[in-house]
């Protein structure tokens, strides 16, 4: 089992930007697929990008390409989310997610796959 624990979230004037990190404790996280979701007010939790368990692999939804980008460093037990141009529809709790894979090298998208889950942490973006 691995514990995830977001932070880096806070608020932010449109155009800003954020780092947000998801550090992992208990297991080999190395061997973890690991994903960054949101949910805003009154939505349903949405998929934003995910990471393989070596970084080679990246996927991230449309309307976060060329503005966000996810990031591990595996030595640090850690996964980041660097947010740039940041928009107030952005706005949302964050939250990182883990599945563990063993020796493969692929993604998820689809947060039913995950099965490890942060707290969250808040990102508000004012215009």
């Known amino acids: 089992q691995v514990q995830l624990v977001e932070s880096g979230g806070g608020l932010v004037q449109a155009g800003g930007s954020l780092r947000l990190s998801c550090a992992a404790s208990g297991r080999t996280f190395s061997n973890y697929a690991v994903g960054w979701f949101r949910q805003a007010p009154g939505k349903e939790r949405e998929f934003v990008a995910t990471i393989s368990r070596t970084g080679g692999n990246t996927n991230y939804v449309d309307f976060v390409k060329g503005r966000f980008t996810i990031s591990r460093d595996n030595a640090k037990n850690s996964v980041y989310l660097q947010m740039s141009s940041l928009k107030p529809e952005d706005t949302a709790v964050y939250y990182c997610?883990?599945?563990?894979?063993?020796?493969?090298?692929?993604?998820?998208?689809?947060?039913?796959?995950?099965?490890?889950w942060g707290q969250g942490t808040q990102v508000t973006v004012s215009s």
């Open positions: 997610a883990a599945k563990e894979i063993g020796y493969s090298n692929i993604f998820y998208e689809n947060q039913y796959e995950y099965d490890y």
